[in-house]
């Protein structure tokens, strides 16, 4: 390939990822707007007069909404590492019996809508009194990263050499303590990954949220954005500065996860 | 960069498959203790599914044979009504439109993920300057929170000052009434997912180009085909088994989508963009009564469908696996 020749390619990936992420400038640049220009026909395509407006509104009112999201998130991650790395410990390393059907029922658990499950979580929580609270929406919302996270463990684990848990059995741990002080360090990347994407997932939800918190005192920053849609209209700056805010897990995953993803995923949805 | 790409967990929305390597290929003697404690460390993983999964999945199927109202639901003294619910839901003049209107918002989403995810795979193949960096920008519609692509969308298709209407408007074209108009709602939707699902295939088509092996390009270079040849003769039927995996996958994600929908247009106006996994949703939470025996009748009908593809993909990636 000639130099000129790759030249015009980058000039060409530029363009279309400028294309493709129109919509996340967009969102910035309405974000900035003031409120006066918001309605202005041609809209300005840049932001001619920035204003923290919007900005300043999301301080007053979806602050509490960003701790209520931040906190289903952690919650969510520890839950789903908790349950999915000794899982996937047995599976793959402590030769589970029954292994290989529990891996078929997680990738089937992963195929169901998540308004049906929606529909049996409210009717458990009714009963349960959990609707409209923290611990019912990590609940819920670890339905989503566990089956994932299973896996990923388990394809990670697999590929651990196993002269060290040989090692390990010589120097007289138990399976225990293996898991703890051998199998848990060297996993770190994919507990890294599982991690930030069980707090993605869970920091993005919005079905859950919307279904089991729906007179939430405490509702998470999904919910905040949707009652603003609903609430008022003309306030889309607002709208705007709080969905930039909520962005910011998404773009930290990109930019760390970028490394982590790299060497804790060692199986991706078509075989290598 | 460029590793991490490839490889990162290739999910749509929030699911993720893993090609799990076969324990019964290698079993070593045991490492570490019995089998009941393998049982042990995976026991919490058990009980959890039963819990969280297996009886949320009871519950619905059990609200779908009851006639449940807000009264009987608190009292737990429903009437056992049978399929009534589900011949209820099969005979609603609105199932006709909700398949319908689901079959065209899948097909159209996954026809154009797809072609837009291929072409842009192959054409980020040729390694250019900074093309990692790019490839890695294109994530980032599938990385943010859903309510949030769906937010600006609803803003840029808005029919007075959206930014898609004063394009239209400066190339001298007519304003549409995008999300407010049964003629274009569902259309509208389609394509902001279009926009989601085009990183979820351009990551797995582009893992999968990386496996045809570069000599036989050369091969056909030299025979003189050229790259629409070479795409249409190589690329293309080499792609096809993660092609089909890509699309059932895709497949089996779109048809549950429930929040670009809702928070754009709410399934109407006039349920013209109304989909099953909306309308279940809709009558379960969209008003001020849940009325949950329909709405569990409708998901479970979405469940058997999104298994029977489900079931589609899990062959073709054992198949793969083996091969």
């Not at chain 1, 030769?95 to 049906?116: D, W």
């Amino acid at each position: 390939m000639t130099a000129r020749r790759s030249w015009w390619k980058l000039a060409l990936g530029v363009i279309f990822t400028a294309l493709m992420l129109f919509p996340v400038y967009w969102m910035v640049n309405v974000s900035l707007t003031r409120t006066q220009d918001l309605r202005l026909s041609p809209p300005n395509i840049f932001p001619v007069n920035p204003t923290f407006e919007g900005f300043e509104a999301v301080m007053r009112q979806q602050l509490p909404n960003l701790g209520t999201s931040l906190l289903i998130g952690l919650g969510c991650v520890v839950l789903t590492v908790v349950i999915a790395a000794p899982a996937a410990y047995a599976i793959a390393l402590l030769n589970l019996r029954g292994g290989r059907t529990l891996n078929f029922i997680l990738l089937v658990a992963q195929m169901i809508p998540a308004v049906v499950m929606a529909m049996g979580f409210y009717a458990i929580y009714v009963r349960l009194g959990l609707l409209n609270s923290v611990w019912g929406l990590i609940l819920a919302d670890s339905t989503i990263a566990i089956p994932f996270g299973v896996l990923l463990f388990t394809a990670f684990m697999s590929g651990l050499p196993r002269e060290l848990l040989q090692a390990a059995k010589v120097d007289g741990a138990n399976a225990w303590r293996t898991f703890i002080s051998i199998v848990l360090p060297m996993s770190r990347n994919s507990v890294l990954t599982v991690s930030l994407f069980a707090f993605l997932w869970a920091w993005s939800d919005f079905i859950f949220a919307s279904t089991l918190a729906r007179n939430s005192e405490l509702r998470p920053v999904t919910l905040g954005i949707y009652a603003y849609i609903g609430n008022n209209t003309t306030q889309w700056n607002a709208i705007m500065a709080t969905a930039v805010v909520a962005s910011i897990p998404a773009a930290i995953l990109l930019v760390v996860a970028q490394r982590y993803v790299a060497a804790g995923v060692t199986a991706g949805a078509v075989k290598d | 960069m460029t590793s991490s790409l490839t490889r990162r967990p290739a999910p749509g929305t929030d699911t993720v498959s893993v090609t799990v390597p076969d324990p019964r290929k290698r079993r070593p003697s045991r490492l570490l203790g019995s089998k009941w404690v393998a049982f042990a460390f995976a026991a919490p993983l058990i009980a959890y599914l039963l819990v969280f999964y297996a009886f949320p999945l009871i519950r619905s199927i059990d609200l779908s044979v009851h006639d449940y109202t807000i009264r009987a639901f608190v009292q737990g003294n429903a009437e056992f009504v049978g399929f009534e619910n589900y011949a209820a839901v099969l005979s609603s003049p609105l199932f006709g439109q909700a398949l319908l209107n689901t079959t065209l918002f899948v097909a159209f989403s996954l026809v154009f993920q797809y072609a837009l995810g291929l072409a842009l795979a192959v054409f980020f193949r040729n390694n250019f300057p900074l093309s990692g960096l790019l490839r890695g920008l294109f994530l980032v519609p599938w990385l943010l929170p859903l309510i949030v692509s769906a937010s600006v969308w609803s803003w840029m298709l808005n029919s007075d000052s959206g930014i898609v209407n004063s394009v239209i408007v400066a190339f001298g074209g007519e304003q549409i009434n995008w999300l407010t108009s049964p003629e274009t709602a569902l259309t509208s939707v389609i394509i902001a997912n279009i926009w989601l699902g085009i990183p979820f295939n351009l990551v797995i088509l582009y893992s999968g180009l990386q496996n045809i092996p570069i000599d036989v390009y050369e091969a056909a270079s030299l025979d003189g085909a050229g790259a629409w040849k070479q795409f249409w003769s190589i690329t293309f039927p080499l792609l096809k088994p993660v092609s089909a995996i890509t699309l059932l996958l895709g497949l089996v994600y779109t048809l549950k989508v429930v929040d670009i929908i809702w928070i754009m247009t709410a399934g109407g106006p006039a349920n013209s963009s109304t989909t099953l996994a909306i309308w279940s949703y809709r009558e379960a939470f969209g008003t001020g009564q849940p009325d949950l025996s329909p709405a569990a009748a409708v998901g479970n009908l979405l469940i058997v469908i999104a298994l029977i593809f489900g079931f589609f993909y899990l062959r073709i990636q054992r198949r793969e696996a083996t091969s």
